[in-house]
């Protein structure tokens, strides 16, 4: 805002000067034109001089209203009262000519300089309120809203952001308010999950303690020698067994609670054209692969309906193409297009994979990274929520090495 003052003030500086030179442009007109009226008396005193005064003509004047030639040899007092215009005396060829004119160029300058300054003033306080209409409008809804992701950074999301009233900002703020939302059931669920878990985990602690201390008491009966019947050995190795097989249930409901899908993605199963999510992806990616000097290839294909979410559509070509930039050499990223048995396939080709054969089929696991990642940053997340999100929109994804290159294919069903 501080700067928006400065700039106001320069502005307001800038046409206060604007006004002033027009003023003294307008004003100084005077020195630069000179008396035109005078041009008109000098024409006409050479045309008397030469032809007479009965051969001139005023039709064509435009300042010089009347010539009097003075009757006597001396003008006397009547010579110079008769008129009420200005006038100028000349003497050509011995005569006195009185030569009427009518100038009035400096009420002309001040109408002129009125209308200027009118218009001039008119622009300036226009100006003034667009810019005021800026600063309240614009400028102070911004900056309120531009406090809302640190707010958001400090896990303050119970108050929703306010729309001005002159909606400038209405997307902005129903964006800021689902984010804000969005951050606040997730906090939710991972409380809750949180809590599952701790809960399960108590719980399948004491489950487990019951078995685990009657396979102890078992095991240490036998050490000592306490059953030395063939009959009662092979009942407590059978019991023991049986407890064995109730651990290994605990430990498979473990297993199963820690598979389940702990990010809670979510994904609508809508409709849209395949040219949508292409124009989507390429008008960021063509910019930015340019600016990085990464070729970038998007090959033919044939427009059509396929099912999914848009929005969750162009968020996993997002996540394969930062992955081609970021495991790539650098030298070309490609989108090929192709249809097999209903489905619409988009595969992202990159040159430069690094990634061993043995580890392709991990990498769409959750926390898997390959040993081509150790220098790059990242979570071991990005193609499991990939698959995740396709499985979603009864899609799927998959991956090839070819050549030397790696092909990662997303499949759509069409309509």
């Given at each position: 805002m501080k700067s928006f003052r400065k700039f106001f003030w320069a502005v307001i500086v800038s046409a206060?000067?604007?006004?002033?030179?027009?003023?003294?442009f307008l004003w100084g007109q005077e020195t630069h034109n000179g008396s035109p009226y005078r041009v008109e008396i000098g024409r006409l005193a050479r045309a008397i001089e030469a032809d007479g005064l009965a051969h001139i003509s005023l039709s064509d004047c435009l300042y010089v209203t009347d010539v009097v030639l003075c009757e006597g040899q001396f003008p006397d007092a009547a010579f110079y009262e008769d008129t009420d215009a200005d006038y100028q005396i000349r003497v050509v060829g011995g005569k006195t000519y009185r030569f009427d004119y009518i100038y009035q160029a400096k009420e002309e300058?001040?109408?002129?300089?009125?209308?200027?300054?009118?218009?001039?003033?008119?622009?300036?306080?226009?100006?003034?309120?667009?810019?005021?209409?800026?600063r309240n409008g614009i400028l102070k809804p911004f900056e309120?809203?531009?406090?809302?992701?640190?707010?958001?950074?400090?896990?303050?999301?119970?108050?929703?952001?306010?729309?001005?009233?002159?909606?400038?900002?209405?997307?902005?703020?129903?964006?800021?308010?689902?984010?804000?939302e969005n951050l606040?059931?997730?906090?939710?669920?991972?409380?809750?999950?949180?809590?599952?878990?701790?809960?399960?985990?108590?719980?399948?602690?004491?489950?487990?303690?019951?078995?685990?201390?009657?396979?102890?008491?078992?095991?240490?009966?036998l050490s000592k020698g306490l059953y030395r019947e063939g009959e009662k050995q092979l009942e407590i190795a059978a019991s023991i067994g049986a407890k064995a097989d109730e651990i290994e249930k605990?430990?498979?409901?473990?297993?199963?609670?820690?598979?389940?899908?702990?990010?809670?993605?979510q994904a609508e199963q809508g409709e849209f054209y395949l040219s949508e999510l292409v124009r989507e992806v390429c008008g960021y990616y063509r910019e930015k692969l340019q600016l990085m000097k990464i070729g970038f290839s998007v090959g033919e294909y044939s427009d059509c309906i396929v099912k999914g979410d848009l929005d969750?559509?162009?968020?996993?070509?997002?996540?394969?193409?930062?992955?081609?930039?970021?495991?790539?050499?650098?030298q070309n990223i490609a989108l090929s297009f192709s249809e097999e048995e209903g489905c619409?396939?988009?595969?992202?080709?990159?040159?430069?994979?690094?990634?061993?054969?043995?580890?392709?089929?991990?990498?769409f696991e959750s926390f898997i990274r390959g040993t081509n990642a150790?220098?790059?940053?990242?979570?071991?997340?990005?193609?499991?929520?990939?698959?995740?999100?396709?499985?979603?929109?009864?899609?799927?994804?998959?991956?090839?090495?070819?050549?030397?290159?790696?092909?990662?294919?997303?499949?759509?069903?069409?309509?």
């Amino acid at each position: 805002m501080k700067s928006f003052r400065k700039f106001f003030w320069a502005v307001i500086v800038s046409a206060l000067a604007i006004l002033a030179a027009a003023n003294l442009f307008l004003w100084g007109q005077e020195t630069h034109n000179g008396s035109p009226y005078r041009v008109e008396i000098g024409r006409l005193a050479r045309a008397i001089e030469a032809d007479g005064l009965a051969h001139i003509s005023l039709s064509d004047c435009l300042y010089v209203t009347d010539v009097v030639l003075c009757e006597g040899q001396f003008p006397d007092a009547a010579f110079y009262e008769d008129t009420d215009a200005d006038y100028q005396i000349r003497v050509v060829g011995g005569k006195t000519y009185r030569f009427d004119y009518i100038y009035q160029a400096k009420e002309e300058r001040q109408r002129l300089a009125a209308g200027v300054n009118l218009f001039l003033a008119a622009m300036v306080l226009l100006l003034l309120c667009a810019m005021f209409f800026v600063r309240n409008g614009i400028l102070k809804p911004f900056e309120i809203l531009s406090g809302m992701p640190y707010e958001l950074s400090r896990g303050n999301l119970t108050v929703p952001v306010k729309e001005s009233k002159y909606r400038f900002f209405g997307r902005f703020v129903w964006g800021m308010n689902v984010l804000r939302e969005n951050l606040e059931q997730h906090r939710q669920s991972e409380l809750a999950l949180q809590r599952e878990k701790k809960t399960l985990v108590i719980s399948l602690s004491h489950d487990i303690k019951t078995p685990l201390s009657a396979i102890k008491l078992y095991a240490k009966a036998l050490s000592k020698g306490l059953y030395r019947e063939g009959e009662k050995q092979l009942e407590i190795a059978a019991s023991i067994g049986a407890k064995a097989d109730e651990i290994e249930k605990y430990l498979g409901q473990i297993i199963e609670a820690s598979s389940q899908d702990f990010l809670n993605l979510q994904a609508e199963q809508g409709e849209f054209y395949l040219s949508e999510l292409v124009r989507e992806v390429c008008g960021y990616y063509r910019e930015k692969l340019q600016l990085m000097k990464i070729g970038f290839s998007v090959g033919e294909y044939s427009d059509c309906i396929v099912k999914g979410d848009l929005d969750r559509s162009v968020e996993v070509l997002q996540n394969i193409i930062e992955n081609a930039v970021k495991y790539g050499d650098g030298q070309n990223i490609a989108l090929s297009f192709s249809e097999e048995e209903g489905c619409s396939l988009v595969t992202v080709e990159n040159t430069g994979c690094t990634l061993p054969q043995a580890e392709l089929p991990h990498i769409f696991e959750s926390f898997i990274r390959g040993t081509n990642a150790e220098n790059e940053n990242g979570s071991g997340l990005g193609l499991y929520i990939c698959r995740q999100l396709m499985h979603k929109m009864q899609g799927d994804i998959f991956a090839e090495i070819k050549g030397g290159r790696m092909h990662v294919t997303v499949i759509f069903l069409m309509v």
